[in-house]
């Protein structure tokens, strides 16, 4: 059963132990004052592993401000255009005669 932290209008804090099921009380346990209200507190919450810093992302190549932007950096349009041109055609070397002899 967890723990509560309440707070009355007046300023009062106080806990209760009680199930997640049960009521919030009606009225402060100091002063009876109404209504109460659930004190909340932010959770601590702990990154590990890589992947959650920006030093983990920039691992492969670096973008350009271009791509980011949605253009096409200047590597990009070399490597369309060698990928677009028929690769230079190699003669096969012929191959030196077995000497049998």
């Known amino acids: 059963m967890p ?3 309440y707070r009355c209008p007046n300023g009062h804090t106080f806990e209760r ?3 997640m099921t049960a009521p ?3 009225q402060c346990d100091v002063c009876s004052a109404s209504p109460v209200e659930l ?3 932010p959770v601590a919450i702990h990154y590990k592993g890589s992947g959650f810093y ?3 992302y920039g691992k492969g190549a670096k973008k350009k401000d271009g791509d980011a932007a949605g253009g096409e950096s200047k590597s990009d349009t070399k490597t369309e255009s060698k ?3 028929k690769p230079a055609e190699t003669t096969p070397k012929p191959k030196p005669a077995a ?3």
């Open 54 to 56: 920006s030093t983990d």
């Open 24 to 26: 919030a009380p009606e």
């Open 17 to 19: 132990f009680q199930s």
């Open 39 to 41: 004190v909340l507190y």
């Open 83 to 85: 990928s677009d041109s």
């Open 99 to 101: 000497s049998g002899d």
């Open 3 to 5: 723990i509560y932290e």
